[in-house]
């Protein structure tokens, strides 16, 4: 069964930096793309950021030269490297991986991590 185990949230001041993690687990044969998108109160989920297998990363807008996207293909992780981060930063970040196996090819999320950005 595969799954996707997120770490690395929780309340930061503005300018602060966090890093997310998100480790998939299961009978995997390759993960192509993977990444992280958020949700924030009333709000419709958004992508921030996603990586392909060999590296090619693409950002929202808003997060351009704040956030780094990186992945250790030999852990199935990504990660995310959110700097300067400001209030309107605050929302549920969710890992999202579109996973092959030796029977299939399905879309995973992760099950959330709140990001909080308050003084």
């Known amino acids: 069964q595969v799954q996707l185990v997120e770490s690395g949230g929780g309340l930061v001041q503005p300018g602060g930096s966090l890093r997310l993690s998100c480790a998939a687990s299961?009978?995997?044969?390759?993960?192509?793309?993977m990444g992280w998108y958020r949700q924030a109160p009333g709000k419709q989920r958004e992508l921030v950021a996603h990586?392909?297998?060999?590296?090619?990363?693409n950002y929202a807008d808003s997060v351009k030269g704040r956030f780094t996207i990186s992945r250790d293909n030999a852990k199935n992780t990504v990660y995310l490297q959110m700097n300067s981060l400001k209030p309107e930063d605050t929302a549920v970040y969710y890992c999202?991986?579109?996973?092959?196996?030796?029977?299939?090819?399905?879309?995973?999320w992760g099950q959330g991590t709140q990001v909080t950005v308050s003084s």
């Open positions: 999202h991986a579109v996973i092959y196996t030796r029977r299939a090819v399905d879309a995973y």
């Open positions: 299961g009978s995997i044969f390759s993960i192509n793309p």
């Open positions: 990586i392909t297998s060999d590296g090619i990363t």
